[in-house]
């Protein structure tokens, strides 16, 4: 499978722990870009990484939050101190950004929930 | 989103055509595009428009662009079960269009 894989799939925790999701996105692709959705919603942007320079930041992204893409490849997306309002799907997408458009493609998302 | 918004229900009798509503705020959007996002899976990118482009199709799917009053349609010809599901509206966003906005979704449900 060469598409957008992102581990881990569940994630529980307690409020106040940290948690670190992987996004590994499709080999080619230069763009990486982070989404939360919950319930009944779209989803909303976090941030995004051109190759492995961070972009732009959502102001959604609180200090809580941090991303990184060290090679240019793979990004983790950490979050300290969870707390309940954390609980979502946290969604990856990459893309190999042209002239002729920039094709999002996701993942399977990682579901939080913060007990 | 609040920049794009959706009806949250669609209901079609299978067979027969779905129209798929979408308004949006920023004119300077580059893209506009259409997720599917079936239970317990990821979204599936569907298709896009170029904003200087007032129509795509592509198989049953045909995307119309009304630019002067910022709205989107996506029809789905002959509808199948498999066609439910939620499809999202969205638009670009950014410099570099990178950002997507979304809508809150549409949920697709066929009847016989």
């Known amino acids: 499978d060469t598409g957008v894989s992102q581990n881990p799939r569940h994630k529980i925790t307690k409020r106040g722990q940290n948690v670190t999701f992987r996004c590994d996105p499709i080999?080619?692709?230069?763009?990486l870009y982070w989404y939360r959705q919950t319930l009944g919603q779209g989803p909303e942007f976090l941030t995004y990484?051109?190759?492995?320079?961070?972009?732009?930041k959502s102001r959604l992204l609180s200090d809580r939050f941090s991303a990184e893409r060290p090679k240019g490849s793979f990004s983790t997306l950490e979050i300290q101190r969870t707390e309940q309002g954390d609980s979502a799907m946290y969604l990856c997408?990459?893309?190999?950004?042209?002239?002729?458009?920039?094709?999002?493609?996701f993942g399977p998302g990682t579901r939080l929930t913060v007990t | 989103g609040e920049d794009v918004e959706q009806s949250l229900f669609l209901s079609v009798r299978e067979g027969d055509s779905s129209v798929i509503n979408c308004t949006y705020t920023d004119s300077s959007s580059t893209y506009l595009y259409w997720y599917k996002q079936e239970p317990g899976a990821g979204l599936q990118l569907l298709t896009y428009i170029f904003s200087n482009m007032d129509m795509k199709q592509d198989q049953r799917l045909t995307v119309l662009l009304n630019k002067k009053d910022k709205h989107l349609s996506l029809r789905i010809a002959d509808t199948q079960t498999g066609d439910s599901a939620i499809y999202f509206c969205?638009?670009?966003?950014?410099?570099?269009?990178?950002?997507?906005?979304f809508g809150s979704g549409t949920r697709l449900s066929i009847r016989p």
């Open positions: 080999s080619e692709h230069n763009r």
């Open positions: 997408a990459s893309s190999l950004a042209t002239s002729r458009g920039d094709e999002q493609y």
């Open positions: 969205a638009e670009s966003k950014g410099s570099s269009a990178s950002k997507i906005i």
């Open positions: 990484f051109q190759n492995e320079a961070q972009l732009e």
